[in-house]
């Protein structure tokens, strides 16, 4: 219960980033959509599944039957011909109301749907701030690369918080799933195939990318880190970044490359992150 | 017996069908004007096979129904999931 | 003796000992194995020799009931494996890739070799009693389907000794199942153990789709065919298109492990969307066909136990009929997030909405059932109630699936593990629940009450333990041992769950296995308020079912003396073919050995690539299936239709020859989805850009000549056949024959000469496809010659001449061959 009263509050925005404005066919990033869809689906279908099961149990124990007077004059009889029971009506109504549900949910779900799959705001002015960055990731056994648009690779994502962050997804060898948890992402990572999703980072900090289709034994393992930094940080990393030699998933590996590249100041700034 | 005679004729029709598919793709026609030529001979051919030889026409209709259910089956897979290539 | 012998049972008392008549035993004169494969009568019960050599309906449902069982058994001490790995947040019980195995062979064990061959237990045994038939439309490829299941089963189970299963999961994503990633030969064998139980499938589609179709008792419309019956004919029509597309893909795979092509790893195409395509393409309709015959039965229990008939039967019906048809619409929603367009995705999400509609219907009638009816919480119908608890709450999960930005994030959960557990073990639970309905009437004893009841609720807590925190912890990755720490709780809760449900399960099969000798006899119908015809008869019910001819003419089930049948206008009336009361055949021992020649011949190809012990056993396997084969081809059995049913819609052509036709529906969508792989393949390539192998057209084109000239051959034979010239059919077959060899001949050259240029199997994904596809043609081309090369001598004797129907079901066969080759010769010699 104390999940869904929480869920409640995010959903109706007490407290909780505003919940958006459907109907307006504007670019939203999936951690905005997502925990708001997720929540109207869960209150509604909690809602629903309550009563449904409510109604069933009750009509379950109302009609017990008592184990004296089985027969009735309308009993089915054996051998006869399968015949349909009545009360059509009632049926008709309730597959209506079900129905209603379903479809304004999912046709509002689509609707958000379009936000999500317009990609980054098109932001007038200032390209060199807010135009997003568009990096490529890589899936292969058991690590993920990412391929910036200066050609430097790495294997943990760093990505700055003032601008939308667009990652094309790609594999190596086999299908994998990439998915930050935290922002509501998740893409199929496809052999010769492109995907895409974005995001807008916002707090600094770091987060987890997991794997999330089977893609051998290394499966549970394949994650990477997602470290999100100051813009101007970022910038300053950025310039200075030169690629990972080699797969370095593991995390402390990383935080000492990470450590001996960067310029005193800057670690000052991003040590907390790390 | 009339049977033979149609059997025959409808022999040297798929031959010549046959023939005709293989000088069409020789006539450098444009690609897409071949390509419908050609599968739309071999769809005839299809069809005068399996109406004669394999006597769908003389069948019940429900039969014909069960084979193009297969067939619109593999067509639907194919055509949806060409089609959703992006 | 029919007749005789069906009265005699009727009298044999229900008393669980079963129907042990003495037998015209074999004398001891002739060697142990010869007596072996006597079979002019069935042998009792007792006998292990019965079990192996039945054909009957009911004798191969109980084997398909209790082998699944065995199946259960395995696939649940995988799944507890896995629960116990999760126990704790880190691996640290299974390596990796055990608990990769772990989870890939739980799955494929659950979907195909448990729940579908559960079901079909059942349909075995009770369809024919539902629809007034007598058996199958053909009892020994119904025995057939059984003992591939079987084999396949032990195919799986073997997997695990030839280096490591299957690792790649149920859905068995590429390219992740190429040698490449997984090279164990174990692997392979997994693929194969999964082909051999697809033919299966498909033999059992053909034949419940005749029988169902063709055998009904008079009066018993499909309209009037009780739920379960619909249930399962609907079931059965999803499977033989279904898994025909599956065959496909797992040729493809097969063929991409062992010959080395490229389908799925090619550069520059999509070949790993391409399985996803061809797998969910049968996925989705799966789904379905697993969950059918549970709700059948939950209908037929539903019905029984409130006493009251099914509210909206008519849309019910309309309601399974429309999901049927629109499973095979559905199955980009698995693919959501690969790279399909936007449109795509739009479409797919609204059929999968407008697929969740019907189950509304169906559910809302089971429940308005209920109201005002006399419940009675039978165990059965304790199950039922429970398994319709635990849909619905599956069914409202799975529309947070259906709505596409939701789907994104949930996908790849634990949300999705928990939703199609609450979906797929609510049909397991209404099928416990038709095991307990059903079990009195195949045993003629009834099982324990009170230890009935404790299973179900043992059942239904353990159920929820298990998979209801799984959707509190669905942000778990799905199939990692190694999830977030704070979840642990949840996982260890369903661990508890897990042990629990395993725990009901063995006291259902436990309280089965002792009332057998333990249970109270039971009437014919000791459930009062049951309707269906299999009610009617004793239980158990004797060999040929039914005391005299089942009829529902009058408007309800009665039953007519056999020889004094007449009918009016509305069926079709045809004297038994022998032109007296058949002397139907009820056993044979070539099922069982077509099975043992397929198992060692598809263990051999498991690793003939790495040679060794394999080439051995893939030469034996096969010389034992064209053994076993030629067996089953020159067995004398006797079936006899019946003299009058309700055929609609296929009164005109015989069983025969809609067995047939129906296997050639299934062999068109399995063609289809090779072409449709081609196609989608070159459209991944560029169309244009893509170049046909063959250097030039000409052997296509006389290959094409060929073909079409054999196939006239095959015209002229029937021809000759039909008008009793037995030198037409001989020179009308053989010149078939000859022109067959001459087209693999041709097709032999033009590969060699391909093979000189280097241009193999594994050069390019354009070479991959030519060779297959035609390769694959090819093999339909070998199957039909074997068949000629059968019916020559047989021609020879003049075996035709008063009967003609197997020269005209080869030419359906070799015209069909013929049509495909038509297709393959543009598409990949001009194109």
Known sequence: ?274 | MANTKLYTVIYVVLFVFATAQVAIEGMSLGFELAVGLIIGLSVVKAVLVAGYYQHLFTEPRSVTYVVLSGLLTALALTFAASYSIT | MSDDRSTDETAVQPDGGHASQPLAEPTSKQSALRRFFTRDDLPPYGALRRWLLTTNHKDVGVLYVITALLFLVFGGVLALLMRVELLTPVGDFLSADGYNQTVSTHGLIMVFWFLSPFAFGFANYIVPLQIGAKDLAFPRLNALSYWLYLFSGILIGLSFFQGGSFSGGWTMYAPLSVPNYMPQIGSTTTILALTLFVISVTVSSVNFLTTMHRMRAPGLTLRRMPLFTWSILLTVWMMLFAFAALLAALLILSSDRILGTTYFTAEGTPGSLLWTHLFWFFGHPEVYIVFFPALGAMAEMFQTFTGRRLVGRKWFIVSMLLVALQSFLVWMHHMFLTSINLQIKTLFMITTIGISLPFDLMVFSLIYTMVKGRLRFTTPFLFAFGSLFVFIIGGITGVFLGAVVLDYQLRGTYWVVAHFHYVMVSGVMALVGALYYWYPKLTGRMFNRRLGKLSFWLFFAGFNLLYFPMFIAWETPRRVFDYPAELTGFHQLATVGGFLLGFAFLLVIWNCYRSLWDGEPVSSNPWAHATTAEWAIPSPPPLENYPGMPSYESGSLDFLDRDSVTTDGGTVTKPTPSGHDGHDSHASPWPLGISIGSFVLFLGLSGVATGGIYVPLTIIGGGLLAVTLLGFGMESFSVTEPAVAERWPFAGIENGKLGVWIFLASDIVLFGAFVGSYAFLRAGYGWQAWEIVPHNPIPGLINTYILLTSSFCVVLALVAAQKGRRWGVVAGLTTTLLLGIAFLINKGIEWVELFHHNVWLSTDVQASTFFLTTGLHGLHVVLGLVIVLYMIPRALNGAYLDDERPVEYFGLYWHFVDIVWLFLFPLFYIL
Not at chain 1, 88 to 112: D, E, M, N, Q
Not at chain 1, 232 to 248: C, I, K, L, M, N
């Open chain 1, 1 to 274: 219960m104390s999940v869904l009263v929480g869920l409640t509050v995010q959903t109706f925005g007490i407290g909780a980033s505003p919940a958006p404005v459907i109907l307006q066919g504007q670019s939203r990033t999936m951690d905005e959509v997502f925990p708001h869809l997720f929540s109207i689906f869960l209150i509604l279908g909690t809602l629903v599944g309550i009563v449904v099961l409510s109604y069933m149990v009750y009509v379950g124990v109302r009609y017990r039957s008592d184990g004296t007077t089985d027969e009735r004059a309308d009993s089915p009889q054996l051998g006869e011909l399968p015949e349909g029971g009545g009360d059509g009506r009632k049926l008709a109504v309730s597959l209506t109301l079900s129905a209603i549900i379903v479809i304004a949910l999912i046709s509002y779900a689509w609707f958000l749907l379009l936000g999500v799959e317009g990609g980054p705001p098109e932001v007038s002015g200032e390209p060199s701030t807010d135009e997003p960055l568009s990096v490529t990731v890589v899936g292969e056994q058991f690590s993920w690369k990412y391929i910036y648009p200066n050609g430097n690779t790495a294997y943990t994502l760093r990505v700055p918080n003032d601008r939308p962050v667009a990652l094309t997804v790609t594999s190596s060898d086999v299908m994998h799933t990439y998915g930050i948890p935290e922002y509501d992402l998740k893409t199929d990572a496809i052999p010769a195939q492109n995907t895409t999703i974005w995001f807008n980072p916002n707090e600094t900090g770091t987060v987890e990318a997991h794997c999330y289709e089977l893609c051998g034994t290394g499966h549970s393992e394949m994650t990477s880190e997602v470290i999100i930094m100051d813009g101007a940080a970022f910038d300053g990393w950025y310039a200075q970044s030169t690629s990972d030699a080699t797969p370095t998933p593991n995390e402390s590996t990383d935080k000492v490359a990470y450590a001996i590249d960067r310029p005193q100041s800057e670690l000052a700034d991003n040590y907390v992150l790390v």
